[in-house]
C-alpha cells in the first residue's frame, strides 16, 4: 500500500469514527491530533516521495489533519450534550418523575365539606334539589307571604314569569336559600326526617367585598315526632365545637323567618384580643353563623306533613362567610374569580 492510499485510509477511518463517552472522546484526539498522532510519521514519508508528487500529498495530509479536527469538535460537542443530560446533572433515572402539577379543592368546597361531614357523622344525610326553582318551593311552601320583600324582583333573580304561585304553576326563579330543599324532601319523604342539603343560592345583590349575588349555604333539616328545640340547640353547640374547637360558646338570639316559628339566630364567642376581631364583631365578640328555629306547622302542612303528629327544627347557614372565617379571607369576591393564586394556597389543606 502506498502512502498515497494509506492517508485515504485514514481519513475514511476517522470519517467513521464514533465516541460516545468522554474518554472515547480524549482517544480520538491522542490518536490523530496528539503530538504522536497516526498523521506525523507519513509527513515523514513526503521526502521520499519523488518531488512532483510533494504538494499532492502535502494537501492530501492537510485534509486528513482538517477532518480529524473538524470530526474532534464534532464527537466532543455529542458527547458534552449526552454528559450534560445524563451524567453530567447526576441524573438518576430510577429516580420517581417530577409531580405533575394536581388541582386543589376551593375554600368553599372544603368548608362546605367540613359542614356537611359534621352532620352526617350524627345521622344527617346529604339531600339536594334545583338551583332553577319554583316560586313554590323557594317562597309558597316555605310560609313566606304574598308580598314578602324578599320576593321582590330586586331581590330575586326570577328567569320566567309563571302563572300565580302554586305547587303546579309557578313563576321560575333562580333559588334565594337552600330551604327549598327542606320543601322537597318532606314532599317526598316520610318523617322521621333528617336531612342536610349544601348547595348554590342566588340573591339580586350588589358585588361588594362582603356580599356576592350567589354563593352556597348549608341547610339542615330534622323532622320526627317529639322534637324540641333543646335537640335542635344540643345538635347546633356539636356543630359549634366540631368546627370552631371544643370550648366553643353560642348563643341563640331570637329571631324571625317565616318558616320557623320560633326563630333565632346562633352567634359563636369568637373573641376580641385583636383589632381583627373587633372588626368581625363590630366590637361585640360575638359572631352570627347561622339562623335556625322549629319548622312553622304551617310549613309542614304545606308539604304535606301532619304538624299535630311532627315536629322538626331546620337551621340555614352561609358558607363563605365561614370560609372567609377559618381561612382568614377579607373578599368574598375571590371565591368567584378562580384566580390560580388565590387557590393554589389551598392545595395542602384536606
Ligand atoms: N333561609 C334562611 C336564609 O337564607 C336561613 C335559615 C334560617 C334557614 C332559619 C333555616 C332556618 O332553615 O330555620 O337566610
Request: charged letters at 25%; hydrophobic letters at 40%; proline letters at 6%.
Amino acid at each position: 500500500m502506498d502512502v498515497f492510499d494509506r492517508v485515504e485510509e485514514l481519513i475514511a477511518e476517522i470519517g467513521a469514527a464514533t465516541a460516545p463517552t468522554p474518554e472515547d472522546v480524549e482517544a480520538f484526539r491522542i490518536k490523530y491530533l496528539g503530538s504522536k498522532n497516526v498523521l506525523k510519521p507519513l509527513m515523514g514519508a513526503m521526502r521520499s516521495l519523488p518531488n512532483d508528487r510533494k504538494r499532492d500529498f502535502g494537501q492530501l495530509v492537510n485534509r486528513a489533519k482538517t477532518a480529524a479536527q473538524e470530526k474532534y469538535d464534532a464527537l466532543r460537542s455529542a458527547a458534552a450534550t449526552t454528559e450534560d443530560s445524563v451524567a453530567g446533572q447526576g441524573l438518576d433515572l430510577t429516580a420517581p418523575a417530577e409531580p405533575l402539577p394536581l388541582g386543589s379543592r376551593h375554600p368553599v368546597a372544603l368548608t362546605m365539606r367540613r359542614i356537611v361531614s359534621i352532620f352526617e357523622r350524627i345521622g344527617f344525610a346529604v339531600a339536594e334539589g334545583p338551583e332553577v326553582e319554583d316560586d313554590w318551593h323557594n317562597f309558597t311552601a316555605m310560609n313566606t307571604p304574598e308580598d314578602h320583600p324578599a320576593r321582590d324582583m330586586q331581590d330575586t333573580f326570577y328567569v320566567a314569569e309563571g302563572l300565580p304561585a302554586g305547587p303546579n304553576n309557578s313563576a321560575m326563579l333562580l333559588r334565594t336559600h337552600t330551604s327549598s330543599v327542606q320543601a322537597r324532601t318532606m314532599e317526598t319523604q316520610k318523617p322521621p326526617i333528617r336531612i342536610i342539603a349544601p348547595g348554590r343560592v342566588y340573591r339580586n345583590e350588589t358585588i361588594s367585598a362582603r356580599s356576592h349575588a350567589q354563593f352556597h349555604q348549608v341547610e339542615g333539616l330534622y323532622i320526627a315526632e317529639k322534637v324540641s328545640f333543646a335537640d335542635m340547640k344540643a345538635t347546633l353547640l356539636h356543630f359549634a365545637r366540631e368546627m370552631y374547637g371544643a370550648d366553643t360558646r353560642i348563643r341563640l338570639r331570637p329571631s324571625y323567618f317565616p318558616f320557623t316559628e320560633p326563630s333565632a339566630e346562633m352567634d359563636i364567642w369568637w373573641g376580641l384580643e385583636t383589632e381583627h376581631d373587633h372588626r368581625i364583631t363590630k366590637g361585640t365578640g360575638w359572631l352570627e353563623i347561622l339562623g335556625c328555629g322549629m319548622v312553622d306547622p304551617a310549613v309542614l302542612e304545606n308539604c304535606g306533613i301532619d304538624p299535630e303528629k311532627y315536629t322538626g327544627y331546620a337551621f340555614g347557614m352561609g358558607i363563605e362567610r365561614q370560609a372567609m372565617l377559618l381561612y382568614n379571607i377579607t373578599d368574598i369576591r375571590l371565591m368567584f374569580e378562580n384566580d390560580v393564586r388565590f387557590l393554589r394556597q389551598f392545595a395542602s389543606v384536606l
